[in-house]
């Protein structure tokens, strides 16, 4: 990826892209004018400037380059310049070198081309074997004109954080025959080599010795035994404390609440938030930024044996809190309960959790925006950040009328009331309060939770750039989130 200030047709590349968005009498060229010739030429063939679009053009008068014009839609802003430029590098996938040229010079909107074209040069080929060459090969050379200063450290963050998305991507688009909780473990540990972090790997005995009943109930299921991993980023001088919490389900297919076979379908993808924690604390150590981060990612398979959980056992989670299992498919909550209460024992100064944790998420919300609950202040920043990163989260309450869902005949509590599907997704969030802890001052830890059913993978058809698969969605919003509000 690199910068230039030289005009679009001097350069050496294959395709030189301009934008255009959508204007009063059809799309209108961004800060082109010499190329407004054009405007009859792409009303003609139908162009509109909407977001998406893209239509090849012959080469420029003058150079080797062919033409390509992207929608932007109908506003320019960072995020819609972020999507135009990936969804260039997207749909120009096979070309060797392209060059976008969408005449801009806010330091910002560039900053953001720049990181949708690296978020959109990905592709997950790993099982192909006889159809790869149907997958076009990303572009290999993305040079952006403008004339703002982008600075060689701005570039390398962007590479950093941009890398460890696909890091996120790749695991989370894994078959869960390949990916289950050893084998992610020992994936965490390779992909950790060379940060300045440490990683801890607690094995079945571990777990059990340390109490983590929901960990040890939900894999207890599987041949392959689960697996808690901590991964520490402690840089020296830093003065807060973040700790994260991932839910890492390598595959679900519900226990012995089985899933239908059409819910079954992508559930090799539920240990989405665990992967989104690994990434997120391995960017910011990467990137060397001044706070401490403590990540626990909770991994089991959510099998059915003669050895798994059934519907009314009675799992007891770390700290002792007794829980009665009326539903073996919530069992998101059940490992990351034990994961809460180890955060806790930190006395971090917030803990975010990331989680695949319910299908009403995406009943609420779709497939591309993060329900996020919990404390109002850190919701907040969450929330903002993802709106300064094009990713949407929107603040969902914790209503305390549902609360007695949560009630147990026998136990301290169940995880969730059969046959009452309200609020699923808040009830949810409701269950994970219960074992957030208290700070020294006896107040509650700040906390917030993330639901990412829905976004954490594109079920297609691709956008932006966003192909077909795990996005490694909440990555770039909470390490902006975390740098606002715990780096300051």
């Given at each position: 990826?690199?910068?230039s200030?030289?005009?679009?047709?001097?350069?050496?590349?294959?395709?030189v892209?301009?934008?255009?968005?959508i204007?009063?009498?059809?799309?209108?060229?961004?800060?082109?004018?010499?190329?407004?010739?054009?405007?009859?030429?792409?009303?003609?063939?139908?162009l509109?400037?909407?977001?998406?679009?893209?239509?090849?053009?012959?080469?420029?008068?003058g150079?080797?380059?062919?033409?390509?014009?992207?929608?932007?839609?109908?506003?320019?802003s960072?995020?819609?310049?972020?999507?135009?430029?990936?969804?260039?590098?997207?749909?120009?996938?096979?070309?060797?070198?392209?060059?976008?040229?969408?005449?801009?010079?806010?330091?910002?909107?560039?900053?953001?081309?720049?990181?949708?074209?690296?978020?959109?040069?990905?592709?997950?080929?790993?099982?192909?074997?006889?159809?790869?060459?149907?997958?076009?090969?990303?572009?290999g050379?993305?040079?952006?004109?403008?004339?703002?200063?982008?600075s060689?450290?701005?570039?390398?963050?962007?590479?950093?954080?941009?890398?460890?998305?696909?890091?996120?991507?790749?695991?989370?688009?894994?078959?869960?025959?390949?990916?289950?909780?050893?084998?992610?473990?020992?994936?965490?540990?390779?992909?950790?080599?060379g940060?300045?972090?440490?990683?801890?790997?607690?094995?079945?005995?571990?777990?059990?010795?340390?109490?983590?009943?929901?960990?040890?109930?939900?894999?207890?299921?599987?041949?392959?035994?689960?697996?808690?991993?901590?991964?520490?980023?402690?840089?020296?001088?830093?003065?807060?404390?973040?700790?994260?919490?991932?839910?890492?389900i390598?595959?679900?297919?519900?226990?012995?609440?089985?899933?239908p076979?059409?819910?079954?379908?992508?559930?090799?993808?539920?240990?989405?938030?665990?992967?989104?924690?690994?990434?997120?604390?391995?960017?910011?150590?990467?990137?060397?930024?001044?706070?401490r981060?403590?990540?626990?990612?909770?991994?089991?398979?959510?099998?059915?044996s003669?050895?798994?959980?059934?519907?009314?056992?009675?799992?007891?989670?770390?700290?002792?809190?007794?829980?009665?299992?009326?539903?073996?498919?919530?069992?998101?909550?059940?490992?990351?309960?034990d994961?809460?209460?180890?955060?806790?024992?930190?006395?971090?100064?917030a803990?975010?959790?990331?989680?695949?944790?319910?299908?009403?998420?995406?009943?609420?919300?779709?497939?591309?925006?993060?329900?996020?609950m919990?404390?109002?202040?850190?919701?907040?920043?969450?929330?903002e950040?993802?709106?300064?990163?094009?990713?949407?989260?929107w603040?969902?309450?914790?209503?305390?009328e549902?609360?007695?869902?949560?009630?147990?005949?026998?136990?301290?509590?169940?995880?969730?009331?059969?046959?009452?599907?309200?609020g699923?997704?808040?009830?949810?969030?409701?269950?994970?309060?219960?074992?957030?802890?208290?700070?020294?001052?006896?107040?509650?830890?700040?906390?917030?939770h993330?639901?990412?059913?829905?976004?954490?993978?594109?079920?297609?058809?691709?956008?932006?750039?966003?192909?077909?698969?795990?996005?490694?969605?909440?990555?770039?919003?909470?390490?902006?989130?975390?740098?606002?509000?715990?780096?300051?």
């Amino acid at each position: 990826m690199t910068t230039s200030s030289a005009a679009p047709a001097s350069l050496d590349v294959e395709v030189v892209v301009i934008a255009a968005r959508i204007g009063a009498d059809g799309p209108e060229l961004v800060a082109h004018p010499s190329l407004a010739a054009l405007h009859d030429q792409l009303v003609a063939i139908g162009l509109t400037g909407k977001a998406d679009e893209l239509v090849r053009l012959p080469a420029l008068e003058g150079s080797r380059a062919t033409l390509a014009v992207v929608g932007l839609g109908a506003t320019l802003s960072a995020d819609t310049a972020r999507r135009a430029a990936g969804s260039a590098v997207r749909q120009l996938a096979g070309a060797a070198s392209i060059a976008l040229a969408f005449g801009l010079d806010d330091e910002a909107h560039v900053h953001a081309m720049i990181e949708g074209a690296a978020l959109a040069a990905y592709a997950f080929t790993d099982y192909r074997a006889k159809t790869a060459a149907k997958v076009k090969t990303p572009v290999g050379a993305v040079t952006v004109c403008t004339a703002a200063a982008i600075s060689a450290e701005a570039i390398e963050r962007i590479r950093i954080v941009t890398e460890q998305i696909a890091l996120v991507r790749d695991l989370t688009n894994r078959s869960g025959g390949d990916l289950y909780p050893q084998s992610f473990a020992d994936a965490a540990i390779a992909a950790a080599k060379g940060a300045p972090v440490t990683v801890e790997v607690w094995d079945e005995k571990k777990l059990a010795a340390e109490g983590c009943g929901g960990i040890i109930g939900i894999g207890q299921g599987s041949s392959r035994p689960p697996r808690l991993v901590k991964v520490s980023y402690a840089p020296a001088g830093a003065e807060k404390h973040v700790a994260l919490v991932g839910k890492g389900i390598t595959y679900d297919t519900g226990g012995y609440s089985l899933k239908p076979a059409e819910a079954m379908n992508g559930m090799q993808n539920d240990m989405g938030g665990a992967a989104v924690s690994l990434g997120l604390v391995l960017a910011a150590a990467r990137l060397g930024l001044p706070v401490r981060l403590t990540a626990f990612l909770c991994m089991s398979e959510n099998l059915v044996s003669s050895t798994a959980i059934r519907v009314n056992d009675i799992l007891t989670i770390r700290g002792g809190t007794t829980v009665e299992v009326m539903n073996t498919d919530a069992e998101g909550r059940l490992v990351m309960a034990d994961g809460l209460v180890l955060a806790s024992e930190e006395g971090p100064d917030a803990i975010i959790d990331v989680a695949t944790l319910t299908g009403a998420a995406i009943v609420a919300l779709g497939r591309r925006t993060v329900g996020v609950m919990g404390d109002d202040e850190l919701v907040g920043a969450i929330v903002e950040a993802g709106k300064q990163t094009g990713e949407p989260h929107w603040h969902m309450p914790l209503p305390e009328e549902l609360r007695p869902q949560l009630d147990s005949r026998f136990a301290d509590m169940a995880n969730l009331k059969v046959g009452n599907r309200d609020g699923g997704m808040l009830v949810a969030g409701i269950f994970l309060k219960e074992f957030i802890g208290t700070g020294a001052d006896g107040s509650p830890i700040p906390w917030a939770h993330l639901d990412i059913a829905g976004a954490a993978v594109n079920e297609g058809p691709a956008y932006g750039y966003l192909a077909e698969g795990a996005t490694g969605v909440s990555v770039r919003t909470l390490l902006t989130a975390i740098e606002h509000r715990f780096t300051a």
